[in-house]
């Protein structure tokens, strides 16, 4: 199921979303750290965040360490069949 619902000019932009993560899988404290310099576009990926809450749970062998407060890149690429793809990473921030 597709949470993200990209604006028409969602090309070459890029957001960097923060927000804490739980163990349960549990998202909140979403928020723009680095803006895409288009509000509309930024807006779309902090509630496609939201929507997509909550993750499947961590299992418990995974570390703690991988919990609190993340960075999520967010950098949508259409090829030109028309398929969207999206990258996205995820880097811990104290």
Known sequence: MAVWKLPANANGLKVVIRLRLERSGRVSDVRVEKSSGDKQFDASAVQ??????????????VQSSLFGYLRMVLDPTRPEDGLRFLLFAFTRND
Request: proline residues 29%; hydrophobic residues 35%; positive net charge.
């Open 48 to 61: 496609a965040v939201r929507r997509a809450s909550p993750f499947p749970p961590v299992p418990d062998s």
